[in-house]
């Protein structure tokens, strides 16, 4: 079975949008792409760390969803990562209202024997030589896909440009890419970046889709109109998960490819929306997320003519 290993946050979030509020919950970058990922017909682990404050239930929901949480150290006496933001009205911009880097602040990774040989890795948000550490323990993975943020574009670009340095592909959204490149154009954003580095590019726009860069190539996905958006907290990694996932399960990394793998996290990332937290992402069966891909399908095909023939 083909392995796919995520490294990135493993947390509590405290969520505040026009729809509700919510007390500590589950959150954390790697959780939402493992719960994605875990779609798929795959093994994949977690490297993250966490505090003994960090409850068994929602290790064991990792567990559950077969999740190997063998990398995830707990500290004794440590807290978890936390996190509590705000989104305004549009649910397209927040602000974060407080953040606790805890046990996070001394992070060394170390990825279990047995995902060394992984064939992709999916380097979630986290500070870029954490991201670095990792990529240096792994042989010879198959695809190497890093998400970042603007904070360390802000906060530790020399560093984060090295790694960029050293990916396949990087998922960022369209305000982080115009930032790291100082280009208004995500056309001419996606090829600079392109020049960083990675021969892929995904910017994420949120409720207006994503589009996929590779050389001269684009394809551009759109999201799936919602009838309900309570929360956006972790869209982004579960697209990233269900990106990722797909791509581990059938080994095919072309461009025509990825389209498909775009079409499959642009459709999880359209769950995770529908509820606070990670609550729709725990409880997602097969057949939904058969039935909305065929909703995409119909979004995105269509017939044209290409030259209208004139009246007589």
């Known amino acids: 079975m083909s392995k796919l290993l995520i490294v990135g946050t493993v947390a509590f979030d405290a969520i505040e949008t026009p729809f509700g509020k919510t ?3 589950l959150g ?14 795959i093994d994949n682990a977690i490297v993250s760390v966490v505090g003994d404050d960090f409850p068994d239930e929602h290790l064991s929901l990792l567990t559950k969803k077969g999740i190997n949480i063998e990398g995830i150290e707990i500290v004794k006496g440590g807290k978890t990562f936390f996190w509590s933001g705000k989104y305004h009205n549009d649910l397209n911009s927040r602000d974060t209202l407080e953040t606790q880097l805890n046990v996070l602040a001394d992070f060394n990774p170390v990825v279990p ?3 060394l040989d992984a064939d992709i890795v ?13 990529l240096e323990q792994i042989k010879k993975p198959k695809l190497t ?11 530790a670009l020399d560093d984060l440009l090295k790694v960029i340095a050293k990916v396949d592909v990087i998922t960022i959204n369209d305000e982080e890419a115009r930032q790291l490149t100082g280009e208004h154009s995500l056309l001419k954003s996606a090829r600079k970046i392109a020049k960083m580095g990675p021969k892929y590019v995904v910017i994420k726009k949120g409720e207006h889709g994503a589009l996929l860069f590779h050389k001269d190539q ?11 958006v309570f929360d956006p907290t972790g869209a982004g990694d579960t697209f990233a998960g269900g990106f990722t996932g797909y791509l581990t399960q059938n080994q095919d990394i072309s461009f025509e490819n990825m389209k498909n793998a775009v079409i499959y996290g642009s459709n999880l990332a359209s769950f995770c929306v529908e509820k ?8 997602l069966s097969k057949d939904e997320i058969d039935s909305r891909l065929q909703e995409f399908k119909s979004l995105t095909q269509f017939d044209i003519e290409l030259r209208p023939t004139k009246a007589l």
């Open 23 to 25: 007390d500590k919950i």
């Open 28 to 41: 954390g970058a790697a959780t939402y792409i493992g719960l994605s990922s875990s779609q798929f017909n």
């Open 113 to 115: 024997k047995d995902y």
């Open 122 to 134: 999916m380097l979630g948000n986290l500070h870029p030589l954490v991201q670095l550490s990792v």
């Open 145 to 155: 896909v890093l998400d970042t943020m603007n904070f360390w574009m802000d906060n």
């Open 218 to 228: 684009i394809f551009f996905a759109p999201a799936l109109p919602l009838e309900e």
């Open 276 to 283: 606070f937290g990670t609550e729709r992402m725990e409880n």
